[in-house]
């Protein structure tokens, strides 16, 4: 209470003599260049390696490229396949043996984790990311409030979903756990 009142005093001291509006100002100039300081910079939580990208924030790593696509050395090229939940089981099976073990489909958290808010266009840091389909992704969660549901993530509004049917066709991002 005591600290109150003195802020009160303060604040009449500075609202008397005219300081006030400049204080205001001066703050604005002061903290403004800090404002972007904590807008979502990914060039400290990625390591890319080739086609694979490390997040060390969650202890992950990732496909740079969606299924159907490869990486070129700077890009993903060909065309994003589609695909259902138990179509994405083979195409992680076949990841497995290509890449080596442990390849999966992301969990709901996971992949909202790369969603980007402040990206303009499509929701993801396309120059970790590049060539990303602007629509929804599988997850491996199954929504708890519609269980025949899985979620999705949708790069294009950067929302997640639960209202989609496994059997329905949508992109694919492997994971898998660091070593």
Known sequence: MLQ?????????????????PY???????VFSPFS???AEDDTSRFMTRGQMVIDLEIGIEWLRCSIGQRWNGENCIGEILQISVETADQAIAQ?????????????KEE??????ETCPGLKINEEIFPDTFGGP???SDPNRLAPRHQWTVNFF???SYGRFFPT????????????
Not at 6 to 17: C, T
Not at 111 to 116: A, D, Q, R, T, Y
Not at 173 to 178: A, H, K, N, T
């Open 4 to 20: 109150i009142v003195r802020l009160n005093k303060l604040f009449h001291v500075f609202k008397q003599k005219r300081a006030y």
């Open 23 to 29: 204080i205001c100002f001066l703050s604005v100039l």
């Open 36 to 38: 972007d300081m904590y």
């Open 95 to 107: 990841a497995n043996d290509q890449l080596g073990a442990g390849w999966r489909l992301p969990t």
């Open 111 to 116: 992949l909202s984790s790369l969603v980007c």
């Open 137 to 139: 992704y599988w997850t």
């Open 157 to 159: 509004t950067g929302h």
């Open 168 to 179: 329905q066709e949508m992109a694919v991002r492997l994971v898998r756990d660091r070593l």
